[in-house]
């Protein structure tokens, strides 16, 4: 690199002025907090990432698919990047001021409330495999690196490791993973719990070209981020930074994980900041005049200098917000609807052939992305999307949180994805911080900051062989409890279906997009249609599948627990008993005010843990609903007394029988329900 040391000496006095920023933060926040340690080791590498020229960046149009991309795994360190953001025109600088409280611009970990952050972080051990996916994505646009900086300390997270196993196997050359070492952690912050000083041997046994930088000198940083971006190689990146937590500060304090600095400890800190700054700047004489001003413009400095041509200062020139609010996106998925094959009222069908079907018409427009973890045996996402587009089927292997934070990252650059496992095996942390990021993003979209209409995640989390489906297999593959917890997840659409009429509809209701997360819960058994093939599918509403005008009793149900319950309304008509019958994939509020206020028996029939029940419920609490509660019913899999449980391996004839969900038992208990 041309005028290398000239170059570091400009950036030392950045790296100063951004250490501040972070004092600035603590000093202004809530709680007078500041994750310090990290923040400050984190400075010198950031600072070479954003200023050195050596990556691109487009701080106006945040989502411009051709720049480099950034994700701050070690999400702590918000302080630093927001310091960083402040001072390049993403966010303002009076942003900094009162952070981490209710409403403040920057919050405890970034998320994208702020501007050009693409993904919430903070639960430790996602950032690397987000990060194979956008460099997937640009791998396949043919431009643009992406840099994701961790701690030594989160690689003690497993899913890290999912991530750099992947990024090998994929030689995803474009990406490069800053490891900042700085030696400790929040329960000691002197050294870690689990040693991780043999990390640049561990990404080497993965796979990955290993690069040294002494983080304490900003040429060695610019250094090894050169070779990333000058020297080729067919492999992933680490650059291990080796520093100490809290690098740059002269206080003890600033060592800490976290700290909340008293007004003193801030100043003092600030004033040494200052001191070691004047430094910084007189030692910018050494270098050719030209040299520097031309850097320094670059870098938004003004230099002073005095009668003697001597510099004086170096100013830093505050800057303006830049960022534009992104262009509306068009997420609807463009294909041939007539391709679809029609499903024939005497034929079965299982998810398998319904989906994969549908990813193949679906898969000839680019937007779609299909993510799998081994189990593409039973969704048919990559069996059907791969026959059109092999390019965005995806296989990434045994490792489900790996494969849901990729997926974010391809829904997060405007891809409608679907991702798939069994129903219980979705990561419940990964879950969680993608329903944070989506939310972020939405308030972001509502706020009319930086994105738009279009830009939020389209994800589907395809819940194979869901409620009894995985009969004989046990316990731990049985999905009766994954919807209740799916009802948790602040965001996230629940849709339970059982028809592969339903199935194939709901499928092109997601194919219009913007429909966000979507976890849709399907069946493993073969099965004939319920709904005629013009049927559409709505969310939010709930299906009458047989009906009289004056029933005696009322069964709800979804997924296969319909055709149970339609066939004990066939066994109960014989037997003279007018019946009702209502799937209920989603929850259907109206369809639940009448049930509550039924002068008739309602049995809620499901073969997981009640979720249904538990929300009509908790709906029926919530708007004062005047229930009959002694003509409200439930059986399922819980146990008499309202207790959740696990259900063991058995045959689906077995189990139901075992917890009255077959037709003949639930018929019974219906005639009883109607003699009472």
Same mark, same amino acid.
């Given at each position: 690199?041309?005028?290398? !040391?000239?170059r570091?000496?400009l950036? #030392?006095?950045k790296?100063?002025? *951004?250490?501040?920023?972070?004092?600035?933060?603590?000093?202004?926040?809530?709680?007078?907090?500041?994750?310090?340690?990290?923040?400050?080791s984190?400075?010198?590498?950031?600072?070479?990432?954003?200023?050195?020229? *050596?990556?691109?960046? &487009?701080?106006?149009?945040?989502?411009?698919?051709?720049?480099?991309l950034?994700?701050?795994?070690k999400?702590?360190?918000?302080?630093?990047l927001?310091?960083v953001?402040?001072?390049?025109?993403?966010i303002?600088r009076?942003?900094?001021?009162?952070?981490?409280g209710?409403?403040?611009?920057v919050?405890?970990?970034?998320g994208?409330?702020?501007?050009g952050?693409p993904?919430?972080?903070?639960?430790?051990?996602?950032?690397?495999?987000?990060?194979?996916?956008?460099a997937?994505?640009?791998?396949?646009?043919?431009?643009?690196n992406v840099?994701c900086?961790v701690?030594?300390?989160?690689?003690?997270e497993?899913?890290?490791?999912?991530?750099?196993a992947?990024?090998?196997?994929r030689g995803l050359?474009?990406?490069?993973?800053?490891?900042?070492q700085?030696?400790?952690q929040?329960?000691d912050?002197?050294?870690?719990?689990?040693?991780?000083?043999?990390?640049a041997?561990?990404f080497?046994?993965?796979?990955?070209r290993?690069l040294?930088?002494?983080?304490?000198?900003m040429?060695?940083?610019?250094?090894?981020l050169e070779?990333? /971006?000058?020297?080729p190689?067919?492999?992933?990146?680490?650059i291990?930074?080796?520093?100490r937590k809290?690098?740059?500060?002269?206080?003890?304090?600033?060592?800490l994980?976290?700290a909340?600095?008293?007004?003193?400890?801030?100043?003092?800190?600030?004033n040494?900041?200052?001191l070691?700054?004047?430094?910084?700047?007189?030692?910018?004489?050494?270098f050719d005049a030209?040299?520097?001003d031309?850097?320094?413009?670059?870098l938004?400095?003004?230099?002073?200098?005095?009668?003697?041509?001597m510099?004086s200062?170096?100013r830093?020139?505050?800057?303006q917000?830049?960022?534009?609010?992104?262009?509306?996106r068009?997420?609807?998925? #463009?294909?041939?609807k007539?391709?679809?094959?029609?499903?024939k009222?005497?034929e079965?069908?299982?998810?398998?052939?319904v989906?994969?079907e549908a990813?193949?018409?679906?898969?000839?427009d680019?937007?779609l992305?299909?993510?799998?973890?081994?189990?593409?045996?039973?969704s048919?996402l990559?069996?059907?999307?791969?026959?059109?587009?092999r390019?965005?089927?995806?296989?990434?292997g045994i490792?489900?949180? &790996?494969?849901?934070c990729?997926?974010?990252?391809?829904?997060?650059?405007g891809?409608?994805v679907?991702?798939?496992t069994?129903s219980?095996?979705?990561?419940?942390?990964?879950?969680?911080?993608?329903?944070?990021?989506?939310? !972020?993003?939405? !308030?972001?979209?509502?706020?009319?900051s930086?994105?738009?209409?279009?830009h939020?995640?389209d994800?589907?989390?395809?819940?194979?062989?869901?409620n009894?489906?995985?009969?004989?297999n046990?316990?731990?593959?049985?999905?009766?409890?994954d919807?209740?917890?799916?009802y948790?997840i602040?965001g996230l659409?629940?849709?339970d279906?059982g028809?592969?009429?339903?199935?194939q509809?709901?499928?092109?209701?997601?194919a219009?997009?913007?429909?966000g997360?979507v976890?849709l819960?399907?069946?493993? /058994?073969p099965?004939r249609?319920?709904?005629?093939?013009d049927?559409c599918?709505?969310y939010? /509403?709930?299906?009458?599948?047989m009906?009289?005008p004056?029933?005696?009793v009322?069964?709800?149900?979804?997924?296969?627990?319909?055709?149970?319950?339609?066939?004990?309304?066939?066994?109960?008509?014989k037997?003279?008993?007018?019946v009702?019958?209502?799937?209920?994939p989603?929850?259907?509020?109206?369809?639940?005010r009448?049930?509550?206020e039924?002068?008739?028996?309602?049995?809620?029939?499901e073969q997981?843990?009640?979720?249904?029940?538990? !929300?009509?419920?908790?709906?029926?609490?919530?708007?004062h609903w005047?229930?009959?509660?002694?003509?409200i019913?439930?059986v399922?899999?819980?146990?008499?007394?309202?207790?959740?449980?696990f259900?063991?391996?058995?045959?689906?004839?077995?189990?139901?029988q075992?917890?009255?969900?077959?037709?003949?038992?639930?018929?019974?208990?219906?005639?009883?329900l109607?003699?009472q």
């Amino acid at each position: 690199m041309k005028h290398l !040391e000239a170059r570091a000496a400009l950036l #030392r006095v950045k790296e100063c002025d *951004l250490r501040m920023d972070c004092l600035l933060q603590c000093d202004t926040s809530i709680d007078r907090g500041l994750h310090v340690g990290g923040a400050f080791s984190s400075l010198t590498a950031m600072t070479a990432l954003y200023y050195s020229g *050596l990556a691109a960046f &487009n701080v106006t149009c945040p989502t411009d698919t051709e720049q480099d991309l950034f994700v701050l795994s070690k999400g702590h360190a918000v302080a630093a990047l927001a310091a960083v953001y402040a001072d390049l025109g993403y966010i303002s600088r009076s942003d900094l001021y009162h952070s981490r409280g209710y409403g403040a611009a920057v919050k405890g970990h970034p998320g994208p409330v702020l501007p050009g952050v693409p993904v919430a972080t903070g639960p430790l051990g996602h950032g690397i495999s987000i990060c194979c996916g956008y460099a997937m994505r640009r791998m396949e646009l043919g431009r643009g690196n992406v840099y994701c900086m961790v701690g030594d300390g989160e690689l003690q997270e497993g899913s890290c490791w999912e991530g750099a196993a992947l990024a090998a196997d994929r030689g995803l050359r474009n990406l490069c993973v800053l490891v900042d070492q700085n030696n400790g952690q929040s329960d000691d912050t002197k050294k870690l719990v689990v040693r991780m000083d043999d990390a640049a041997e561990k990404f080497a046994g993965f796979g990955f070209r290993v690069l040294h930088a002494d983080s304490n000198e900003m040429e060695s940083v610019l250094l090894a981020l050169e070779t990333f /971006t000058t020297v080729p190689s067919d492999r992933p990146t680490a650059i291990i930074c080796h520093t100490r937590k809290g690098h740059g500060g002269q206080s003890a304090i600033t060592g800490l994980h976290k700290a909340s600095m008293s007004e003193d400890a801030v100043r003092l800190e600030m004033n040494w900041q200052q001191l070691q700054r004047a430094q910084l700047v007189q030692n910018l004489n050494r270098f050719d005049a030209a040299v520097i001003d031309n850097m320094a413009a670059a870098l938004h400095f003004a230099v002073e200098r005095s009668t003697d041509g001597m510099i004086s200062d170096c100013r830093r020139l505050q800057m303006q917000p830049l960022v534009q609010r992104a262009q509306p996106r068009d997420k609807q998925l #463009r294909y041939a609807k007539q391709a679809l094959p029609g499903l024939k009222p005497e034929e079965r069908y299982a998810t398998y052939g319904v989906v994969k079907e549908a990813m193949r018409v679906f898969a000839s427009d680019a937007r779609l992305y299909t993510v799998d973890s081994d189990l593409a045996n039973a969704s048919g996402l990559y069996d059907g999307a791969s026959v059109t587009n092999r390019a965005h089927a995806v296989n990434v292997g045994i490792a489900e949180c &790996n494969m849901m934070c990729v997926a974010e990252a391809f829904a997060s650059e405007g891809a409608n994805v679907f991702t798939s496992t069994f129903s219980p095996f979705f990561d419940q942390r990964a879950l969680r911080r993608i329903a944070v990021s989506y939310q !972020e993003r939405q !308030e972001a979209i509502d706020a009319g900051s930086w994105l738009s209409e279009g830009h939020n995640l389209d994800i589907t989390f395809l819940a194979t062989s869901a409620n009894l489906e995985t009969a004989v297999n046990g316990a731990t593959h049985m999905g009766n409890d994954d919807m209740s917890l799916a009802y948790t997840i602040a965001g996230l659409k629940v849709i339970d279906v059982g028809c592969p009429q339903m199935l194939q509809s709901v499928l092109k209701w997601i194919a219009e997009g913007n429909r966000g997360l979507v976890y849709l819960r399907t069946m493993k /058994t073969p099965v004939r249609p319920i709904y005629a093939p013009d049927f559409c599918f709505q969310y939010a /509403t709930a299906y009458c599948v047989m009906d009289d005008p004056a029933p005696a009793v009322i069964l709800v149900s979804s997924g296969h627990g319909v055709y149970e319950a339609l066939e004990a309304g066939a066994l109960l008509q014989k037997a003279g008993v007018p019946v009702r019958v209502i799937d209920m994939p989603s929850i259907d509020e109206a369809v639940c005010r009448s049930l509550a206020e039924s002068n008739v028996p309602v049995l809620f029939a499901e073969q997981n843990n009640g979720a249904l029940f538990a !929300e009509f419920s908790k709906l029926a609490f919530l708007r004062h609903w005047q229930v009959h509660t002694d003509k409200i019913y439930t059986v399922n899999t819980a146990s008499p007394d309202g207790q959740l449980r696990f259900i063991q391996s058995g045959t689906y004839a077995q189990l139901t029988q075992a917890f009255g969900l077959n037709a003949a038992a639930l018929a019974e208990r219906a005639a009883v329900l109607v003699k009472q």
